[in-house]
C-alpha cells in the first residue's frame, strides 16, 4: 500500500503582502485579568491611541456596578456569559448579546446580585468615559491612554511581565 503525502491546503487567492503587516494574535494567557475596581477585572486587548480606540474585555462579579459615564464616542459590546443592564434602561444584555451605544450614551452599568455566574463581556470604545458623579460633574476621564496606563501599573504591581497590548507598542 503506498500512502501519498499531500501538500497543505492554500487559499483560493491571496492579498499583496508587500507592506501589509500580518494579521496580530494573542492569546488569552498573553494579556491576564487584573482589578479595575473591587468585582471587576479587565484585560486590555487593544489600543490605538490616536485615534482613541480601547478594547477591554470585562468580567464583573453579582451586584458589581460601574460609576456612571457618559461615553463621548461609540461603544459596541458583545456578552459572552452573564447578564448585566444600565440601571437607565429596562434591556438586560446576556450571554450572545450584542450592544451599540451612540456617541453620548450616559448609563450605569449594573450586574445583578442574582446572577450565578461571572459576567464576561467584550467592548470596543471610540474616545473617552467620562465618569459623573450625582451632580453629573466629570470626575475621571477614562480614555486609551489612561485605560493603558492603569492596566500596565497593575501588572506591575502583580509581579506580571509587561502584557503585549496590541497599538501599544
Wanted: charged share 20%; hydrophobic share 40%; aromatic share 8%.
Amino acid at each position: 500500500m503506498t500512502s501519498t503525502v499531500l501538500p497543505p491546503p492554500q487559499p483560493t487567492f491571496r492579498f499583496p503582502t508587500d507592506g501589509v503587516p500580518e494579521a496580530l494574535h494573542r492569546a488569552e494567557s498573553e494579556l491576564p485579568f487584573v482589578e479595575f475596581e473591587p468585582g471587576v477585572e479587565m484585560q486590555v486587548i487593544q489600543v490605538d491611541i490616536p485615534t482613541g480606540l480601547w478594547v477591554v474585555r470585562m468580567r464583573m462579579q453579582p451586584g458589581a456596578t460601574l460609576a456612571t459615564h457618559k461615553h463621548a464616542g461609540e461603544v459596541y459590546a458583545f456578552t459572552l456569559s452573564g447578564s448585566w443592564r444600565y440601571l437607565e434602561y429596562d434591556a438586560v444584555n446576556r450571554a450572545g448579546s450584542y450592544l451599540y451605544e451612540p456617541a453620548g450614551s450616559t448609563h450605569t452599568l449594573h450586574v445583578p446580585a442574582s446572577n450565578t455566574e461571572v459576567t464576561d463581556v467584550w467592548f470596543a470604545i471610540r474616545g473617552p468615559n467620562l465618569n459623573l458623579d450625582a451632580e453629573g460633574k466629570v470626575t475621571l476621564v477614562l480614555d486609551a491612554g489612561l485605560v493603558l496606563k492603569v492596566y500596565r501599573s497593575r501588572c506591575r504591581k502583580l509581579g506580571l511581565p509587561q502584557p503585549r497590548v496590541i497599538g501599544a507598542d
